[in-house]
Nanobody, 115 residues
Framework: QVQVVESGGGSVEAGGSLRLSCAAS????????MGWYRQAPGKQRELVAT???????NYADSVKGRFAISRDNVKNTVYLQMNSLNAEDTSVYYC?????????WGKGTLVTVSS
């Protein structure tokens, strides 16, 4: 069994920053890609950023230049540094870890940005 746990969400004023963390544990043989997704009320879940095991990154256009994804392969942890936050970034942020082709999702962490 694989556990994926996010942390670091909270409330911040527009223009502020937050750093999300996601740790994977349990029966993980190897971790491939890791990623962050978000879902705002009444909207579909969308990709925020992904990072491969080799460190290649991909970002949604809406967060390019403001967010940065990174990972620690020893700790099986992925991070999302979020800067210049705005109200449109308010969402539940979910971490997804891919291992042997299977996605494992966390329960999400809420980020609220007040304008």
């Amino acid at each position: 069994q694989v556990q994926v746990v996010e942390s670091g969400g909270g409330s911040v004023e527009a223009g502020g920053s937050l750093r999300l963390s996601c740790a994977a544990s349990g029966s993980i043989f190897s971790i491939d890609a890791m990623g962050w997704y978000r879902q705002a009320p009444g909207k579909q879940r969308e990709l925020v950023a992904t990072i491969t095991s080799r460190g290649s990154t991909n970002y949604a256009d809406s967060v390019k230049g403001r967010f940065a994804i990174s990972r620690d392969n020893v700790k099986n942890t992925v991070y999302l540094q979020m800067n210049s936050l705005n109200a449109e970034d308010t969402s539940v942020y979910y971490c997804c870890v891919y291992s042997r082709g299977m996605p494992y999702w966390g329960k999400g962490t809420l980020v609220t940005v007040s304008s």
